[in-house]
Nanobody, 125 residues
Framework: AVQLVESGGGSVQAGGSLRLSCVVS????????VAWFRQAPGKEREGVAA??????WTGYSGSVEDRFSQDKTKNTVYLRMSSLKPENTDMYYCAYGRVHRYYDARTNPREYNNWGQGAQVTVSS
């Protein structure tokens, strides 16, 4: 089994920065992916970013690729969000799993069976 515990998030003004953390523990393997999804009430989860540390690959949605970054320590993945905009406001979830295509790793929440509890990000104008 795999467990994910998220922390970080909060409220900032537009232009500010936040960092989300996702601690991954349990039966993990380096070739699997950690991804970040956002979700608004009543809407489907939308992919934001993903990382596969085995080959040093990272992927981002087009709307955040110049403002968000990821890095990883032994068992924690970080999503660093800068130049935040009000439209980045949402609940953010990290996910872990084995995904066969890089595109799906970043975009498809149905590829993942393991999820963090979520962290609220609120950006005010």
């Amino acid at each position: 089994a795999v467990q994910l515990v998220e922390s970080g998030g909060g409220s900032v003004q537009a232009g500010g920065s936040l960092r989300l953390s996702c601690v991954v523990s349990g039966d993990t393997q380096t070739h699997n992916f950690v991804a970040w999804f956002r979700q608004a009430p009543g809407k489907e989860r939308e992919g934001v970013a993903a990382i596969q540390t085995a080959v040093g690959w990272t992927g981002y949605s087009g709307s955040v690729e110049d403002r968000f970054s990821q890095d990883k320590t032994k068992n924690t993945v970080y999503l660093r969000m800068s130049s935040l905009k009000p439209e980045n406001t949402d609940m953010y979830y990290c996910a872990y799993g084995r995904v066969h295509r890089y595109y799906d790793a970043r975009t498809n929440p149905r590829e993942y069976n393991n999820w963090g509890q979520g962290a609220q990000v609120t950006v005010s104008s």
